[in-house]
């Protein structure tokens, strides 16, 4: 199942939402990863100082992760990855 499919089938349900916080080098990678792999997830903008802050606040220390947190901010797993592959 693809990273689209995945979040098609669940947001049907309003339960939740992906954000997506880049480590791409330039804005027009970004772009181009978004439109072949994400579809319409939100994004953290290109370059924003968002993108260190949430870093280090959930402890991202390597590329892919996926950390699923509540709306309230609050952790609920840093292995989101391995929790959602099929």
């Not at 220390?61 to 592959?85: C, F, H, M, W, Y």
Request: glycine fraction near 12%.
């Amino acid at each position: 199942m693809s990273s689209q499919d995945f979040h098609g089938e669940l947001a049907d349900g309003g339960e939740f939402e992906i954000v997506f916080v880049s480590f791409d080098r330039s804005e027009g990678d970004l772009k181009k990863y978004m439109e072949e792999c994400h579809g319409d997830w939100y994004c953290i903008p290109f370059g924003s100082p968002k993108i260190q802050e949430l870093a280090t606040r959930y402890s991202v220390s390597g590329i892919p992760a996926l950390v699923i947190i509540k709306g309230d901010g609050k952790e609920i797993t840093k292995n989101g990855r391995n929790d959602v592959q099929v």
